[in-house]
């Protein structure tokens, strides 16, 4: 039996939670085309009769105005150094800039196996492709090269392949069904917030978080009932979420309900999603609590 620790680094929108889902089968991470999307370093877990692979899905590298930070380049460096492999996944449809070439001198200095994955391949032209096996040919010598599209699960095998190759021998960490190790909470609150993010466009994606105030299970009626806040920074943005006439944030709903539901499929699902300009829903929310509360007793 095989298990392996792989961490899954790229350029922000490479792909990177995409490929964590498709190979967990399962809204592990979630995914929008707005850059830094991922902001917690994820876990997706995939078991099969090889053995079992934890991937570590992380934020997309992205060089500030300050440009990369030293420090914390040292302290990737380090946790990288721990896993057993890493994913290096280039999207190379855009042309490699100062951000890959930052990420890829990152990788080259690595003593552990870096495997490095041209994805998007269902988007590529030959030349691209060609162009991103020169880049990596110069920049990450001696690794071995795998195209792969992680949208639509091609190549996917011959990564696994590869992966369990390098794992090293080891008894499973997970329970073989586990497909993440994200609390319950957490998992509602990214579903959340990727259909508000996926609703918006521009600098709003950035603005939104999403917190749980309320999850519970009725255990008679077999029925959840979750209460979950969108937080956004200025009220301009509220009306955004909100929409003409609630349009917009009734569709968040049905969309994330849908997401939701597949974590429960035998239940009845209750979910009362509402907008709040951050700083301000704290005491509404408190006010909120205690209603709930005092309706319940
Ligand atoms: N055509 C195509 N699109 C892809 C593929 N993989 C990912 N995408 C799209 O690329 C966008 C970014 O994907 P994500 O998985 O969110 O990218 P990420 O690397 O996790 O991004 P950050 O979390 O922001 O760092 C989404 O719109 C995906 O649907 C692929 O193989 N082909
Ligand atoms: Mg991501």
């Known amino acids: 039996m095989k298990c392996a620790s792989v961490a899954i680094i790229g350029r922000p929108s490479a792909g990177k939670s995409t490929l964590v889902n498709t190979i967990c089968e399962s809204k592990v991470s979630i995914t929008s085309p ?9 876990r997706g877990i995939y078991t099969d009769t090889r053995g079992q692979l934890i991937f570590t899905d992380t934020p997309g590298y992205h060089i500030s105005d300050k440009g990369f930070n030293k420090r ?31 990420i890829s001198y990152m ?15 269902d988007m590529l032209t030959d030349q691209q492709i060609s162009a991103a096996r020169e880049y990596l040919g110069k920049h990450m010598p001696g690794r071995q090269i795998l ?6 699960d091609d190549g996917i095998d011959e990564v696994l392949i590869e992966l369990f190759r390098l794992a090293p021998e080891g008894d499973l960490l997970y329970d073989e069904n586990a497909r993440t190790d994200q609390n319950l909470e957490f998992r509602i ?45 200025r009220e301009s943005q509220k009306g955004i979420i909100v929409g003409k006439g609630g349009s917009n944030i009734k569709a968040i709903r049905v969309a994330a ?10 239940s009845k699902l209750e979910l009362d999603l509402r907008v709040h300009v951050n700083g301000k ?17």
């Open 281 to 297: 829903w704290k005491t509404n929310d408190f006010t909120l609590r205690k209603v709930f509360c005092e309706t319940k007793e």
């Open 72 to 102: 914390m380049q040292e302290i990737a460096v380090s946790s990288l150094e721990e896993t057993d492999a890493v994913v290096y996944l280039i999207d190379a449809t855009r042309s490699p800039g100062a951000e890959e070439d930052a």
């Open 107 to 121: 990788l080259s200095g690595l003593s552990v196996p870096v495997l490095c994955c041209i994805n998007k391949k």
């Open 34 to 42: 707005t850059p830094q999307t991922t902001r917690n370093a994820i």
């Open 147 to 152: 195209e792969l599209s992680a949208l639509e």
């Open 257 to 266: 309900f849908k997401d939701i539901k597949k974590i429960f499929p035998q």
């Open 189 to 233: 609150s990214e579903i959340i917030r990727e259909k508000a993010m996926n609703s918006v466009k521009e600098e709003i994606p950035h603005a939104i978080m999403v917190e749980i105030s309320d999850l519970e299970y009725n255990e008679e009626e077999n029925r959840i009932w979750i209460r979950a806040f969108i937080t956004v920074e």
